[in-house]
C-alpha cells in the first residue's frame, strides 16, 4: 500500500522585535497669554453676568426733570414756612422778654387760640368778605381789560390810559368809601365798588403792557394776511398778553380782599372780617382782632396758590413757562 506524501509547507512565523526608537525630547515654547478685562454683559434675567447683581436703573433727562420740580416745589413751600414759624417764636419769646400787655400785643399762641376756639366764625366771616372781593375783582378785570384792548394800538390813547391808572392807584381807598356809600349804602355793592375802583388800575397797566409786549415779527404776519383786527387780538394779542394777566391777577386779588376789609370797617355786615375787626378793637379783643387779622392772612396765601396753580396749568405752552421748567 503506498502512501502518497506530499510536501509539507513549511511557514515560517517571524518574531517581531520591537525597536526602542529614541523619540527626540521637543521642547515646547511656554506662551504667555495676555488677560483680556471683558465688560460685565446683563442677562436675560435683569442681572448683571458674573455677578449676580441687578444693574442700577438708569436715569433719564425726564426723570431729573421732574426731580428737580419736586425739589423746587418743596423748597418753595419750606422756606416760606420754616421763616414763619421762626419769626412765631421770637416773637412769642420778645412779648415774654419784655413784658408786653396782652391788651397792647397778644402772643402767637393765644392768638390761636381765639381762633381755634371759634374756627367756623371766622371761617364764615372770610367767606363772606372774600365774596365781597371777588366780585369786584370780576369788574376791575372786565373794565381794565376793555380799556387795554381799546387803547393799545393808539400811543396816545394808551398812554392816557396809564394816566388814568396811575390817579386811580394814588386816590387813597378812605376817600372813596364814603362816596360809595352815600351812592349804594352800607350794603354789599359799596365795597364791590370800592374793590373794583382799586383794582381797575392794575388790571390795566397789566393787560395794556401784555399787549404791547406782542412779537412785532407775528403783528406785521398777521397785517401782512390782512387778518381782520378783531381775530387778530383774539388769536395773537390776547394769547399773548395771558402771562401778564394771569400776573395781574395775582397782584389784583390779594389787593381785593385787603381792600375789601377795610371797606367794610366802616360800613358793612355784621358777619365779615372788616367789622368783626372793628367791634373787637372797640371792645380790646387783641387776640380777637389778631385772630380776623390771621384769617385774612391765610385766605390771601390761598388765593395767591390758586393763581399760581392756574399758571403753571394754563400756561404750559408759553416760552417763559417752558424755560422756568
Not at 513549511?10 to 497669554?33: C, E, I, K, R, V
Not at 381762633?115 to 366771616?125: R, T
Not at 394814588?170 to 382799586?198: C, D, K, T, Y
Not at 387778518?227 to 389787593?255: E, H, N
Request: include cysteine; glycine fraction near 8%.
Amino acid at each position: 500500500m503506498s502512501t502518497v506524501t506530499g510536501p509539507h509547507p513549511t511557514g515560517t512565523h517571524p518574531a517581531a522585535t520591537a525597536t526602542a526608537q529614541t523619540g527626540t525630547a521637543q521642547t515646547g515654547t511656554a506662551q504667555t497669554g495676555t488677560a483680556q478685562t471683558g465688560t460685565a454683559q446683563t442677562g436675560t434675567d435683569g442681572t448683571v453676568a458674573g455677578t449676580g447683581e441687578a444693574p442700577l436703573p438708569a436715569r433719564t433727562g425726564r426723570g431729573r426733570s421732574a426731580g428737580r420740580r419736586v425739589l423746587s416745589a418743596a423748597v418753595a413751600v419750606a422756606v416760606p414756612a420754616a421763616v414763619i414759624a421762626v419769626l412765631l417764636v421770637l416773637w412769642e419769646l420778645a412779648i415774654e422778654a419784655f413784658d408786653v400787655r396782652p391788651f397792647v400785643l397778644a402772643k402767637p399762641s393765644a392768638i390761636w387760640d381765639a381762633f381755634a376756639e371759634k374756627p367756623d366764625v371766622y371761617i364764615e366771616y372770610g367767606f363772606n368778605t372774600l365774596r365781597e372781593a371777588v366780585q369786584g375783582l370780576a369788574f376791575g378785570v372786565a373794565v381794565g381789560v376793555a380799556v387795554a384792548v381799546a387803547t393799545f394800538r393808539s400811543k396816545l390813547l394808551s398812554e392816557l390810559a396809564r394816566a388814568y391808572s396811575a390817579a386811580l392807584l394814588a386816590l387813597p381807598v378812605v376817600a372813596v368809601i364814603p362816596l360809595s356809600n352815600v351812592f349804594f349804602g352800607l350794603q354789599p355793592a359799596s365795597r364791590v365798588f370800592v374793590v373794583a375802583v382799586g383794582t381797575t388800575p392794575i388790571m390795566l397797566t397789566y393787560t395794556l403792557t401784555g399787549l404791547k409786549a406782542t412779537d412785532a415779527g407775528l403783528a406785521e404776519m398777521f397785517r401782512a394776511c390782512a387778518m381782520p383786527r378783531w381775530r387778530s387780538v383774539l388769536s395773537l394779542f390776547l394769547p399773548s398778553a395771558l402771562p401778564y394777566f394771569i400776573s395781574g391777577v395775582r397782584v389784583a386779588l390779594p389787593s381785593a380782599f385787603s381792600v375789601a376789609i377795610i371797606g367794610e370797617y366802616f360800613g358793612g355786615e355784621r358777619n365779615t372780617l372788616g367789622t368783626y375787626i372793628k367791634t373787637a378793637a372797640v371792645q380790646s379783643k387783641v387776640a380777637d382782632l389778631w385772630g380776623a387779622a390771621m384769617t385774612a392772612f391765610l385766605f390771601a396765601v390761598a388765593l395767591f396758590a390758586l393763581v399760581a396753580l392756574a399758571d403753571r396749568l394754563l400756561l404750559r405752552w408759553h416760552p417763559s413757562r417752558a424755560r422756568r421748567g
